[in-house]
């Protein structure tokens, strides 16, 4: 396993979450990172990206969510305060490949996704 995302859960609105990504350092060395969201029926959207030191963040999350993270434990952290129930998804990390940070086809390696889940 590459990428291994964990943290998820069940969480009431107005509740926080931290997720994790961990790398191998193999392929997280200084690569920007992102993570991605697909909630049923519905497309992978973006999140968050972590490129070239700077930090994008989709306007959806903006000021909710914090991304981060640690080179000496190959990990990336997604800190997720003030849930919404919108926000429930499957979320996924990724290594940024180049491009546009907002685009699925800019990034080479996923984890598997962990379940993130924001009653009302």
């Known amino acids: 396993v590459q990428l291994q995302a964990s943290g998820g859960g069940l969480v009431q609105a107005g509740g926080s979450l931290r997720l994790s990504c961990a790398a191998s350092s193999s392929i997280f060395r200084s690569y920007g990172m992102g993570w991605f969201r697909q909630a049923p029926g519905k497309e992978r959207e973006f999140v968050v990206a972590l490129v070239w030191n700077n930090i994008h963040y989709a306007d959806s999350v903006k000021g909710r969510f914090t991304m981060s993270r640690d080179n000496a434990k190959n990990t990336v952290y997604l800190q997720m305060n003030n849930l919404k129930p919108e926000d429930t998804a499957v979320y996924y990390c990724?290594?940024?490949?180049?491009?546009?940070?907002?685009?699925?086809?800019?990034?080479?390696?996923w984890g598997q996704g962990t379940q993130v889940t924001v009653s009302s």
């Open positions: 990724t290594r940024w490949a180049g491009g546009d940070y907002y685009r699925i086809s800019s990034y080479d390696y």
